[in-house]
């Protein structure tokens, strides 16, 4: 369903009981709410959870930024690794704002919240700016932006700023394929046929990589979260692979560090996606942020 939250139309989807728990999932850069698998999403109606999920702006089925234009991804990278400040059309702070929005429109005051990736950096803003709308806090494979944390291989790098080579279906495909076979779990690797279906489906209901660009530039201009994250006092778990290739694990003990009382569950052999072997392990985590609640 469509909502209006913070201004902007957002795609988003309630399963579950309306009388549970609220959980609201936050997808990485890029990611549809189709990152959420239905199978995680079911695991955790079956505990008690009202399961809302939903694309970020610029992506998916939610409200395009086009009239920004798209991002110089390579001058905006050397503006970051020198120190200057990047530009971006909107922040993560606007996109802590659309989440909190979308509580507004389902009429929810308070939710847990768990964030991956990019959707993590937006959970922290979320906690940061409205703790009371917060009642929980799990972050999955993220970062708190410091700077002197170790970032991605060069290998890495281009890869997340590469094209695929061709534009058809087949092509993007391929190159997401691709790309997940390098950032993914080594101990728990998803089959090439299971990667081509998933991103078959993602790409046919959408496919925007200057929204992609827009929200990468977003991450950039965001900067260092540290100052705001002694100010978060809720129940926080952490969820991290200690195979990361692209937010290094170092990346989590640096955000146990500066959250009071966060809780860290270092998963070896996980990289930078969520595997299907792990769902119960990630549904046992938010349950346990949330029942510290």
Same mark, same amino acid.
């Given at each position: ?10 795609? /988003? ?37 009202? /399961?809302?999920?939903?694309?970020? $702006? ?8 086009? &009239? ?16 200057? $400040? ?60 410091? $700077? ?7 290998? /890495? ?39 081509? &279906? ?96």
């Amino acid at each position: 369903m469509q909502l209006t939250a913070n201004g902007i139309r957002l795609e /988003v989807e309630d399963h579950g009981s309306p009388q549970g728990e609220p959980l609201l999932l936050v997808m990485g850069l890029g990611m549809q709410l189709l990152g959420w698998h239905e199978d995680l999403v079911a695991l955790l109606v079956e505990r008690g959870f009202r /399961v809302i999920r939903f694309d970020n $702006r610029d992506i998916g089925l939610s409200q395009r930024f086009d &009239d920004h234009g798209v991002p110089n991804l390579a001058l905006d990278s050397l503006r970051y690794a020198l120190g200057f $400040r990047v530009k971006s059309p909107y922040t993560l702070e606007d996109m802590a704002a659309d989440a909190l929005g979308i509580l507004d429109a389902l009429g929810i005051a308070s939710a847990h919240v768990c964030g991956a990736s990019m959707g993590g950096m937006i959970a922290q803003r979320m906690a940061a700016l409205a703790p009371e709308r917060v009642k929980s806090l799990t972050l999955m494979m993220t970062s708190s932006g410091a $700077r002197r944390l170790p970032g991605p291989t060069l290998k /890495v790098r281009s890869a997340m700023i590469s094209r695929p080579a061709s534009q058809t279906v087949e092509g993007i495909v391929e190159h997401y394929v691709r790309l997940y076979a390098l950032i993914g779990s080594p101990a728990y690797p998803s089959p090439p046929a299971y990667l081509r &279906d998933r991103f078959t489906t993602s790409v046919k209901r959408s496919y925007r990589p200057a929204g992609t660009a827009r929200q990468m530039v977003a991450i950039a201009a965001d900067g260092d979260r540290s100052p705001v994250l002694a100010s978060i006092r809720m129940p926080t778990r952490i969820i991290h692979g200690g195979a990361d290739p692209l937010v290094p694990v170092a990346a989590a003990h640096d955000l146990k560090a500066k959250i009071a009382g966060a809780q860290i569950d270092l998963i070896d052999g996980m990289g930078h996606d969520l595997p299907a072997p792990l769902y119960p392990r990630f549904v046992d985590g938010i349950a346990a942020a949330a029942g510290r609640a």
